[in-house]
């Protein structure tokens, strides 16, 4: 695992070229943002200890495998850490697979149901410290970003990636077919990648690939993308 300072508050930590999660520094230590795939807690954990950040709480995007697979073993290791997650997604964290009334996609995989269960659940524009939670349903019914209100640092998990450029999640590419393979609604998923860029945030940090600073464009370029594909985006 790599560790790479993306900011004085914020820090991405990267396993294997293409796993992401983030230490977001605040008063009297760090919030945790997303787990990483398994095996990557005592990396975690040697990183926060040498940063001189113990881990205050732990707060989750979405609930896929690559996001949440070290939860366990952290939490045994920080007994008592809050940890929190939108309250949509936190049943996909249970492994309860079932749809909503009116909801709408294709079928959900790629989960991995945890012992560890949220300690807290979180609505939309709730804020969690220096964080405030926002609401980006369509990658995952209940699909989190975290907005750091300090500068407007964006840490959008999966709702966007930058592998190739700055793709919104539900989009095609020929290059990174990913972002719309794994997304279970498509349209919602660009709805909610044109409400994250009406943020304006300072930069985008996110599940996979590098954090882009001053995105604001490249995200505008990713929504049209999106647009083009999914019409009905626009509704809602």
Known sequence: MKIFQET???????????????LVKDEGGCTLIDTNIGGS?????????????PISGIALTLAHFDHVSSLDELASALPGVEIVIGARESRLLRGELSLDP???????FGFAPTRTKATKTLADG??????????CPGHTPGHFAYLDVRD?????GDAFVTQAGVIAAGVFKWTLPFPA??????????????????LNPSRLAVGHGKTVVSPVEAMNRAIVIGYKQHPDARNG
């Open 8 to 22: 004085e508050n914020l820090c991405r930590l990267t396993r294997l070229g293409m796993f992401n999660c983030f």
């Open 41 to 53: 807690a005592g990396a975690i954990l040697q990183f926060s200890q040498k940063l001189g950040l």
């Open 102 to 108: 009116g909801e709408q996609g294709k079928k959900l």
């Open 126 to 135: 709730e804020q969690v410290g220096c964080l405030r939670a926002i609401s």
């Open 152 to 156: 407007n640092s964006l840490i959008a």
């Open 181 to 198: 393979w794994f997304s279970w609604n498509r349209a919602l998923s660009v709805r909610s990648a044109a409400k994250l860029r009406a």
